[in-house]
């Protein structure tokens, strides 16, 4: 999640915390669907984590007695300006 740009307005502020997605993770490891579980911040952090979600994020698929499967996780990441 290193490819997150934030809104020019917030580079200046020193912000910290963290942003919870409940995300659906493919077969091959890409990302089907997330939502957002935590609260929002206002700042509209939120659209930059979900720009960069939907472009960058991938996982290794997920091996349950050596299939892939599909799988439902909540991932924490945290806000680093």
Known sequence: M???EFPSSLKKMNISGTLTYQILIGKKGEVKSFER???PTGLG???AYRRAITKYLKFEPVL???KR???SCKVAFP???
């Open 69 to 71: 499967i599909q799988i």
């Open 37 to 39: 579980i935590s609260n």
């Open 64 to 66: 349950h007695h050596g």
């Open 45 to 47: 952090i939120e659209k």
């Open 2 to 4: 290193h490819k997150i």
């Open 79 to 81: 806000i680093k300006n």
